[in-house]
Structure formats: C-alpha cells, structure tokens
C-alpha cells in the first residue's frame, strides 16, 4: 500500500501459483444456478458423518468447564499418550509421548508451519509435484523455494531421489514426502522409505512425511509408518490428521511425531503463533484413537465399494484405471486429444461431473483429472451413466 495508493499484497503472496480453475468454477456456479444437479467429485472432503461415540465423547468434554481455557501448546498429556499407544498398536512403533508427540489443528496447519522453523531464505524443500498444495505454500511463505520431484506413473509415482541435483539436495531443508498419496492414489513400501532415509542422512535434510491416509486402505493392505524403517527418526517426522480417518475435517485436529528436535523447532515456531488444540477436540480425538475402531473398518468398505463402482464405470467408457490400495481418489489418464482443464470442462458441461484437473496439483500432474469418492455409491453409479452418455 507503500505509497501508490492501492493495496497490494506482500510478494509472498505473489509469489504463489496462479488459481488455474477460475473459469470452471464460473461455470460450475453458472451450472448450479440454472439448477443443474452436479455431481461434485472435486473435493477430497468426507460426506460420512464423524462417528457417533466421537461426538458424545465431544459433547461431554465441552461441558467441563477446564475444557474453555487455553490448551498448552504441545496438547494435553492425555492426547499425546493415546498418540504414543495407537503409534506402537498400529506400527509397533515406540514414541515418547513427552517430546515426540505434537498436537495441530489439523496436520495442514503444522504441515505449513514447518517451513518457517527449518527454511532460511533461498533454501530449498523438495516438493513432489503433483502434490498437496500446502507443502509448496508453506516454503514460499518462509522465504524458501521450492524443487519439484515429478511422481510418475511408471516409477509407480514414487519420486526418483537420484534426479536431483547435488546441489540442490544440499542446499535443500525440507524433503516431503505423502504415502498413501494425494492425488496419484499410490502407495510406498518400506524400501522406499530405507531410500529416503539414506538421501536424508547424505544430504542432512529433514524428511515430512505426510499420512494422512495412512487408515484409508484397501484389499487387506495396510499402509506402513515411515518411523518403521531403521534411521527414520534420526531424520525425520510423521504427520497424521483425524480428519480423513474419522470423518473429522471440520473438527481440526491432527498431530505430528517423530524426532525429538526436529518437533521442538516446530514447536518454537507454533508457539509463537497459535495456542494450541481446543481441549474438548482433543478429549473427542483421544476417543477417537482408543475406542472400538469398527467404523474406521466399516468406512474402508464403504470406500473400496464406491472405489469398485467408479473403476468399472471409467473402464465402461473406455478410461483405464487401477484400483487403488488406499486413499479416497481414483486419479485418471485423460483421453489422447484432451488436457486435464479442458477435459474436467468438457464433463462438467456435459455430464454434469465436477472433476479435479491434475494440473492444480502441480505441472506434473497435467494430463489426469482426480475424482474423489466422497458421495455415495448411488451417485457415482448415476455419474458413470452420465460419463457413458457423452463420446470422450
Ligand atoms: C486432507 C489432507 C491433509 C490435511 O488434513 P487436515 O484436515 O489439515 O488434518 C494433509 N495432507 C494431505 C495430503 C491431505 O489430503
């Protein structure tokens, strides 16, 4: 606003990637305006409702009034342990609830803090592109850069670590990584983590893993911790989220653990800018993570039966696709003649689809759209019909 008396935003804000999707959300509002019934696949936001035990717990805790003063910074004792003690039932993975365990508000927001604790200006994170949005956001609003690891298709969507520079790997901070991943869908073994370890300790650089998806698997796969292989807590740190697990993404609550210092930096940073997790969240989480986990079961079929559907109803119309070991997302090959922008346009004019092009996720992402399956089955048998009757 410094003299030329128009408000302007800081360059850190500049500096972000341009909203590539503006012209189809006009439509998409233009659409609904005139009463279309869009089947929206864009979001990657559960419909389930938070399960019920969850929300008593919930409804109790808001009643005690210690509940409405100011949490401590790092979560209450209470939900670190439940953390620590679903850590070693899950993974068989033993964490100091003391210092190895931190509370967010949804791991989105410690995912975007991050940066500002380990990013001196001009260091770089390594980002995979496609990718979730935050982890780029993040390292440009601390000053830093970003170095794209394209994941592709037949590396499995795993980055390949040896195509980066020396001395980018050098000069780089941060390495993230998110397994079972958005939007490809794809998943990564253990030797891939024991990779990743390695080039941490060659290049000192502290590895994010993002697993946020880790509950959400299929076909009897279960997704492993990267703190399962030997080395990772030397290097690195695990980011988890409620949200996607329980059906709790309005809620706002997720955690981080892993390496001791590494947290105590985030920690400095996030001190000084919040303070911390509404308690009554954190009693609701701590239900959450002991309680009977029959609906986190019941919500994986819920979501292998639409993922079923929804493959069978994009190979009818010539679109192929393999099922997915976890995450909610199909991420889809666009037909020869088409980019990821004009094909989401074509099918939400014609079909009445909203689908996400690959390309907001990252320039490697161009040439796939992502569908969420977060609507029931019924509306995706209702949008694979809608997809038949347009010719692609
Ligand atoms: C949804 C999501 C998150 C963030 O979840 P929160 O609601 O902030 O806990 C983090 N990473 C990925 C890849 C996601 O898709």
Not at 242 to 255: A, Q, V
Not at 323 to 344: D, E, M, Q, R
Request: hydrophobic share 40%; charged share 25%.
């Amino acid at each position: 606003m410094k003299g030329s008396g128009r408000i302007e935003m800081a360059q850190r804000l500049q500096a972000l990637p341009p909203y590539l999707f503006a012209e189809l959300d006009r439509r998409k509002t233009a659409l609904r305006a005139k009463g279309v019934d869009l089947i929206d696949l864009g979001v990657g936001d559960p419909d389930l409702p938070t399960p019920q035990r969850i929300v008593e717990r919930m409804r109790s805790a808001i009643l005690d009034p210690s509940s409405h003063r100011y949490p401590s910074y790092e979560g209450l004792r209470e939900f670190r342990v439940a953390v620590s003690l679903w850590y070693e039932r899950r993974f068989g993975v033993m964490l100091d609830p003391e210092d190895e365990v931190l509370a967010l508000i949804g791991s989105k927001e410690g995912i975007a803090h991050i940066p500002l604790a380990f990013i001196n200006p001009g260091a770089y994170s390594l980002v995979p592109s496609p990718g979730y949005p935050v982890y780029h956001a993040g390292t440009i609003f601390a000053g830093g850069q970003s170095f794209f690891l394209p994941l592709k298709e037949e590396q499995g969507f795993l980055p390949d670590l040896r195509q980066v520079p020396v001395e980018v790997a050098d000069a780089a901070a941060l390495l993230f990584i998110n397994y079972p991943n958005n939007p490809t869908a794809a998943v990564a073994d253990k030797d891939f983590f024991l990779e990743v370890v390695e080039f941490a300790r060659r290049h000192c650089l502290i590895v994010c893993h993002d697993a946020a998806y880790s509950e959400i698997s299929f076909d009897g796969y279960t997704s492993p911790s990267f703190l399962e292989v030997d080395g990772a807590r030397e290097v690195g740190i695990e980011f988890h989220s409620l949200s996607k697990t329980y059906n709790m993404t309005g809620w706002r609550l997720g955690f981080v653990v892993g390496n001791r210092e590494i947290l105590a930096g985030l920690g400095k940073a996030k001190t000084n800018i919040d303070s911390g997790v509404f308690q009554a969240i954190q009693w609701a989480g701590i239900e959450a993570l002991e309680g009977d986990q029959s609906d986190v079961e019941e919500m994986r079929a819920v979501y292998q039966r639409r993922r079923d559907v929804m493959v069978r109803g994009l190979r009818a119309v010539g679109l192929e696709v393999n099922p997915p070991k976890a995450t909610f997302y199909l991420w889809v090959t666009v037909p020869p003649s088409y980019g990821s922008v004009s094909f989401a346009s074509r099918v939400l004019d014609e079909a009445g689809v909203v689908l996400t092009p690959g390309s907001g996720f990252g320039e490697a992402g161009e040439g796939y759209v992502r569908l969420a399956l977060t609507v029931p089955e019924a509306r995706l048998e209702e949008a694979a019909q809608r997809l038949q009757s347009i010719s692609l």
